[in-house]
């Protein structure tokens, strides 16, 4: 990160923030689904019921809420480069990166865990909630290490159908994102547009090149969705783990048929780490 990544998203707010966002306090939605399952979660840090209330008057106001939200996820970025989930019965950590069957990944290691839960019936929110208590910003020692990637446009397909399309109720998953720099409902076409503009340093989760999430760990077992999947099985296997596909969709989604050329290339440019350290063709 340097100072061209600041002017750089100084530059992509100016052009397509907004100057106000919903009063929505996700921390508070968060919560609220933790206590459904609070009696399997260990103590965790209660919400401030006065930094909430504050909150929720402050982000409607103009230029301060966005930037308290800003603020928020930058620091939120700092403290957690990476997602590493750790199973200290077996020793094992597992690099959760999102839109590359994460949910499932991480459901099947929770149904060991807790075993007289049905993990297939929890919603999204409280699987990741529930695991949240097993999640480090690093490897700690002696665990074996091992993720999942994506092909980066198959990836980024589902990141559009999942996080910018659905608008559910009152609340869309990047109302408060950056000044509100993605809108629902953009195309393809336009979202791709729009997060080539966003630099890494802030980019989101779902949407974040992958590279950046093995960073640094040396060692690590890397298996490819697509190709590695019996792979993949033989291994979780071997730690009595099988894999489900937990919250199937029928929705009808885009293909790479459907790209144009100058989206397909900007793919190619902002995932072109990806494309090359995980060996998947950029010939699509």
Known sequence: MNTGDWFSLIKVILKHGSPTIPSYNYEQFQQDELEKISHLVK???KVNKKRVKLVRKLL???FIGPLIALVSYYRAQKQWPTYIYHWPEKKLAYVRISKSGCTSLQGAILQ???PNLDVGQLSWDQIHNLGKQYIRPALSAGYTCF???RNPVDRLISCYHD??????KDFYYYQDYLFRVINPNLSITQFVKRIKEIPDFVKDMHFRPQSGFVEG???IKIFKLEEDYAALE?????????LPHLHKTSMKKLTVEDLDADTKNRIKVIYKEDFQNFNYSMDF
């Open 147 to 149: 993720t999942v990637v």
């Open 60 to 62: 409607p106001v103009p």
């Open 163 to 168: 996080k910018c399309l659905p608008v559910q």
């Open 112 to 114: 060991k865990q807790y």
């Open 43 to 45: 103590p965790v840090k």
């Open 217 to 219: 760990l040396a060692g």
């Open 234 to 242: 033989a291994f979780l296997k071997s730690y009595d783990l099988s």
